[in-house]
């Protein structure tokens, strides 16, 4: 107990437990600032910034500030072999957009390096949905999700092409 004859306060624990929501956006928040990131958007917000054209052929790699500043800074992009020159000549315009994106003026200077830019896997389009039975469908139309309804069209296609009873074994 102390002087005044209180219990004495116990003091705040560090390694408190916390809650995986709490802790997620620190985890990406580092690996972003560790690569040059600030703001982990501009990585996935980039076909939006610059355009399907400009996304397409490059990739941001790193923002690099002034010591002790988050403006005037130079943004490297990776670009897609032969399209450097085009990309070199647009520069002023991705100055632009990605400091109407932040909202003021972060980047000053655009540098770019050749390299290979990791394009996304086309979607592709779904598999075509034989045709349902009249007698089977008309319970499906009422369902709004279409995910689910060619998933149950499927299966109605399925038992109308089965002939007899099932086959086990």
């Known amino acids: 107990m102390s002087k005044r004859g209180r219990a004495p306060e116990e003091p705040q624990r560090a390694n408190r437990s ?94 770019i390096r050749q390299g290979e830019v990791a394009t996304p896997a086309p979607r592709r389009a779904p598999p075509s949905i034989r045709t349902v039975p009249h007698e089977l469908g008309q319970s499906l139309k009422t369902i709004a999700d279409p995910e689910l309804k060619a998933v149950l069209e499927s299966l109605a296609a399925g038992v109308a092409a089965t002939r007899g009873l099932p086959r086990i074994g």
Do not use: C
Request: positive net charge; glycine residues 10%; hydrophobic residues 50%.
């Open 18 to 111: 916390r809650a995986v929501a709490e802790l997620l956006p620190a985890i990406g928040g580092a690996a972003f600032r560790r690569f040059g990131f600030v703001q982990g958007a501009i990585v996935s917000r980039w076909r939006e910034i610059v355009g399907e054209r400009y996304a397409a052929v490059s990739t941001p790699e790193s923002i690099r500030f002034p010591v002790g500043r988050k403006q005037d800074g130079t943004l490297t992009l990776t670009v897609a072999g032969a399209h450097a020159p085009m990309m070199q000549h647009i520069a002023p315009e991705i100055v632009e957009r990605v400091n109407r994106f932040f909202g003021y003026a972060a980047i000053v200077r655009v540098t």
